[in-house]
Nanobody, 115 residues
């Protein structure tokens, strides 16, 4: 059974940093591109970025480029989202995703950026 579990969310002041983690199980993690999405209050879910199966390629939404970094540890079946220079507009639930036989999502972790 595919399982994605996000962690690391919380409350942070503007300009601060957080690192999210998504631990996967139930599939061959190292074979798949992994993605991070987010959904802010009253907004549609949007792609934050993704990382290729062996981590050699990443891509980011313009809104987070230069501030967020996605990495992965295939030995730990974990993908990370390092978020720096956080802004109030980054407030959202953050979700881990991959597309295998079907579309699989974690339950999300809440990030709130506020002073």
């Amino acid at each position: 059974q595919v399982r994605l579990v996000e962690s690391g969310g919380g409350l942070v002041q503007p300009g601060g940093s957080l690192r999210l983690a998504c631990t996967a199980s139930g599939f061959t993690f190292r074979d798949y591109t992994m993605s991070w999405y987010r959904q802010g209050p009253g907004k549609e879910r949007e792609l934050v970025g993704h990382i290729s199966a062996v981590g050699e390629a990443t891509n980011y939404a313009d809104s987070v480029k230069g501030r967020f970094t996605i990495s992965r540890d295939n030995d730990k079946n974990t993908v990370y989202l390092q978020m720096n220079s956080l802004k109030p507009d980054d407030t959202a639930a953050y979700y881990c995703h991959f597309m295998g036989a079907g579309s699989s999502w974690g339950r999300g972790t809440q990030v709130t950026v506020s002073s």
